[in-house]
């Protein structure tokens, strides 16, 4: 499944980069004249870092197990848990594989139906697309923040843990296609699906629609304010290109700074915070008076500030807290004086 998922996105990708050379210029200097220009170098090279099956576009350098274990400790573990179990959160990313699948390259437990779910190792068929996605989409809340080395030293961690790789393995762009043969599930894939022959029957069949549409566009949902920041700033986290650009939640609006400085229990409405934090009770998380409690004193104002700003998890449970990357230095040591308030 992930090397037909793969597949689409470099079909998808080849008619996009055909579309930025061909059809942009075209359009700038035929029926539109002055409108769109052709895409710099540059540009086209930010956006193409896709890693297709056969490793076209993986980029050099190389990652240790060791190193990986390093960089999941920090950034993966209070997500996808620390031996890749998962938590609360996500599900798992390693078990339900052994070592006759490695030499098949076929999952048992996928139709034996005697593992409680499918991990991402059991339907991992293409090295590829677990590199492109790390590289691309994680940490979730830090998305293309990993070195090329770090998304290495993660895949080969990740694969230790599926007991595939030893310890003491440095995975790199010389020896991937290698480490390919290795997976459990690499022989799983199917071809029957209209996806895979762009000339083969398609998994739909719909008529296309282009009349009668609709001239008058009402929103009908829309990001609530407490939900502002809580995962950073979305317009950071979407390609330059593209229809969808994400709106911008850096910043709370106008109106919003201005309540922040004087209602911190406004602030913390407006964030989320309630939303797991009751003031003299646990909700998803610890009450506000336990915090206040643990954290206690005015020298700890700083200590639950970075907590507040970095977000993680592990001080209370395995729940991860968001981080409120959106906040000024200032509103966030502001929430924590307010925190502190609340002790018994």
């Given at each position: 499944?992930?090397?037909?998922?793969?597949?689409?996105?470099?079909?998808?990708?080849?008619?996009?980069?055909?579309?930025?050379?061909?059809?942009?210029?075209?359009?700038?200097?035929?029926?539109?004249?002055?409108?769109?220009?052709?895409?710099?170098?540059?540009?086209?090279?930010?956006?193409?870092?896709?890693?297709?099956?056969?490793?076209?576009?993986?980029?050099?350098?190389?990652?240790?197990?060791?190193?990986?274990q390093a960089v999941w400790d920090t950034k993966c573990a209070s997500c996808h848990g620390t031996f890749g179990e998962s938590n609360e959160v996500f599900t798992p990313i390693v078990g339900g594989t052994t070592p006759e699948d490695i030499k098949t390259g076929h999952v048992k437990a996928l139709t034996s139906g005697d593992y409680p779910q499918r991990t991402t190792l059991m339907k991992l068929s293409s090295l590829s697309s677990l590199w492109d996605y790390i590289n691309r989409a994680m940490p979730w809340n830090a998305p293309k923040s990993l070195s090329t080395d770090e998304v290495?030293?993660?895949?080969?961690?990740?694969?230790?843990?599926?007991?595939?790789?030893?310890?003491?393995?440095?995975?790199?762009?010389?020896?991937?296609?290698?480490?390919?043969?290795?997976?459990?599930?690499?022989?799983?894939?199917?071809?029957?699906?209209?996806?895979?022959?762009?000339?083969?029957?398609?998994?739909?069949?719909?008529?296309?629609?282009?009349?009668?549409?609709?001239?008058?566009?009402?929103?009908?949902?829309?990001?609530?304010?407490?939900?502002?920041?809580?995962?950073?700033?979305?317009?950071?986290?979407?390609?330059?290109?593209?229809?969808?650009?994400?709106?911008?939640?850096?910043?709370?609006?106008?109106?919003?700074?201005?309540?922040?400085?004087?209602?911190?229990?406004?602030?913390?409405?407006?964030?989320?915070?309630?939303?797991?934090?009751?003031?003299?009770?646990?909700?998803?998380?610890?009450?506000?008076?336990?915090?206040?409690?643990?954290?206690?004193?005015?020298?700890?104002?700083?200590?639950?500030?970075?907590?507040?700003?970095?977000?993680?998890?592990?001080?209370?449970?395995?729940?991860?807290?968001?981080?409120?990357?959106?906040?000024?230095?200032?509103?966030?040591?502001?929430?924590?004086?307010?925190?502190?308030?609340?002790?018994?």
């Amino acid at each position: 499944m992930s090397r037909f998922i793969s597949r689409a996105s470099w079909f998808a990708g080849l008619l996009a980069a055909t579309l930025l050379y061909a059809t942009v210029p075209a359009l700038a200097q035929g029926k539109y004249p002055g409108i769109g220009r052709a895409a710099t170098p540059a540009e086209v090279k930010a956006w193409d870092i896709d890693v297709r099956p056969d490793f076209t576009g993986l980029p050099k350098g190389s990652g240790s197990v060791a190193k990986g274990q390093a960089v999941w400790d920090t950034k993966c573990a209070s997500c996808h848990g620390t031996f890749g179990e998962s938590n609360e959160v996500f599900t798992p990313i390693v078990g339900g594989t052994t070592p006759e699948d490695i030499k098949t390259g076929h999952v048992k437990a996928l139709t034996s139906g005697d593992y409680p779910q499918r991990t991402t190792l059991m339907k991992l068929s293409s090295l590829s697309s677990l590199w492109d996605y790390i590289n691309r989409a994680m940490p979730w809340n830090a998305p293309k923040s990993l070195s090329t080395d770090e998304v290495y030293a993660v895949v080969a961690y990740i694969l230790h843990l599926g007991d595939i790789l030893p310890a003491d393995f440095t995975l790199s762009d010389a020896n991937i296609r290698e480490v390919q043969g290795k997976l459990p599930n690499r022989n799983g894939v199917t071809q029957l699906h209209g996806l895979w022959d762009l000339n083969g029957k398609p998994d739909v069949q719909n008529t296309a629609c282009m009349k009668n549409c609709a001239t008058e566009i009402k929103v009908t949902s829309s990001l609530p304010e407490h939900a502002r920041g809580a995962h950073g700033n979305l317009a950071d986290q979407n390609r330059l290109v593209g229809p969808a650009h994400g709106t911008s939640t850096a910043e709370p609006k106008a109106t919003e700074t201005k309540a922040v400085k004087t209602d911190p229990k406004s602030l913390a409405q407006q964030q989320g915070c309630l939303a797991c934090h009751g003031l003299t009770s646990k909700v998803v998380g610890p009450g506000f008076n336990e915090v206040a409690a643990r954290y206690k004193g005015q020298q700890q104002a700083a200590k639950l500030a970075d907590k507040i700003r970095r977000g993680g998890s592990g001080s209370w449970g395995a729940i991860p807290m968001p981080p409120q990357t959106g906040l000024k230095d200032e509103d966030i040591r502001l929430l924590a004086d307010w925190i502190l308030g609340q002790s018994p």
